[in-house]
């Protein structure tokens, strides 16, 4: 914000510094990752899983450290795996949500912003329907601003381990054929992964119907990390087809009826037998069974969307320690 001039000559407030100037990271957007990073993330976070998973306890590298995740739009998994991740590693936690913080009596976000950082924080994990919102938080934040999903623009953390994931069930996270399909328009889990492929060099596949694939111009800063394709004649070249929530909340209604999509679109066993063998399920969740997969492929074999929700705790606490400055 530009100074305003002022004829005030008394003593100023103490002034906390830039985060920057703290060692405080951001990861705002999949942007603010350094090329090569992605893979150390992964490493450090497949070392604390398999700690945590061997009951080993896992290092306190948060300690004394202060989180506030503002969650102003519903969430599950991303807030309650970023808080297990904060917590397991000896983050300190507070949460709040639009509903029962001053944000309902008309507070604007930047007021909030700037009241949660009078308290210090090391971290503000952010959700909410504004895209841009987390972006703009970060530009002249005092601590580290993590971006848990803005509108239909960006979340970065998902799209992280989404690929994680594809790291742990088939040995590689940048080389897999990865196939979107659905609400590809309004999804921010794409947004990032574009934005992830472009890092990686590596490419993402979109299907959908036309209304929900018009992505050339959200796109085009990024011209080779994605390509429109046919669902049905794609399948056979996934190693993982990775279904989206249609996101009504957000548009998604208008232009493509529900049993238009269904007939269309919808992943099912018959679809599903098109795929190679080792081709994996995703579904970066919260699921409508039924909609976008039937309802009984969730939990079938070839699925990983149980495995792929838990890895985000994980790849959550290698993010929250890259942001802190915990060097490895
Ligand atoms: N995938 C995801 O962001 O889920 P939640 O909305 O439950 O956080």
């Known amino acids: 914000m530009r100074a305003m001039p002022s004829g005030y000559t008394g003593p100023r407030p103490p002034q906390r510094p830039p985060a920057?100037?703290?060692?405080?990271r951001h990861c705002a957007s999949v942007d603010d990752l350094p090329p090569g990073q992605v893979e150390r993330l992964y490493k450090r976070a497949r070392l604390l899983q398999s700690m945590l998973e061997r009951g080993i306890h896992l290092p306190q590298t948060l300690e004394h450290r202060l989180g506030i995740t503002c969650f102003l739009e519903p969430s599950t998994r991303t807030r309650v795996s970023f808080e297990a991740a904060?917590?397991?590693?000896g983050m300190q936690l507070i949460s709040i949500t639009a509903a029962d913080s001053s944000l309902a009596k008309g507070e604007s976000d930047?007021?909030?912003?700037?009241?949660?950082?009078?308290?210090?924080?090391d971290t503000l994990i952010v959700r909410t329907a504004e895209a841009g919102l987390p972006q703009r938080w970060a530009m002249d934040a005092t601590c580290s601003v993590i971006n848990g999903g803005d509108g239909t623009n960006e979340h970065p953390s998902q799209a992280l381990y989404d690929r994680y994931t594809l790291w742990e069930a088939l040995g590689n996270y940048r080389t897999p054929t990865l196939l979107f399909v659905g609400d590809i328009v309004h999804s921010r889990v794409v947004g990032s992964h574009v934005r992830l492929a472009a890092l990686l060099g590596t490419r993402v596949y979109l299907a959908g119907p036309p209304a929900w694939t018009t992505v050339e111009e959200k796109f085009a800063p990024w011209p080779g990390a994605w390509e429109v394709v046919d669902l049905e004649s794609f399948l056979p070249r996934a190693d993982a087809v990775c279904a989206l929530r249609v996101q009504t909340e957000r548009g998604a209604a208008?232009?493509?009826?529900?049993?238009?999509?269904?007939?269309g679109w919808q992943l099912t066993a018959e679809r599903l037998d098109r795929l190679a063998p080792q081709a994996m399920l995703l579904h970066p969740a919260p699921v409508n069974r039924g909609v976008e997969l039937s309802p009984e492929l969730v939990e079938s074999p070839r699925s990983w969307i149980q495995r792929q929700?838990?890895?985000?705790?994980?790849?959550?606490?290698?993010?929250?320690?890259?942001?802190?400055g915990v060097q490895w």
């Open 20 to 24: 920057v100037e703290s060692g405080y």
């Open 86 to 89: 904060a917590l397991r590693l």
């Open 110 to 121: 930047r007021d909030t912003r700037l009241t949660l950082e009078s308290y210090w924080p």
């Open 254 to 263: 208008t232009g493509v009826s529900l049993e238009e999509y269904i007939a």
């Open 309 to 324: 929700g838990g890895n985000g705790q994980a790849v959550r606490m290698a993010l929250l320690e890259w942001c802190q």
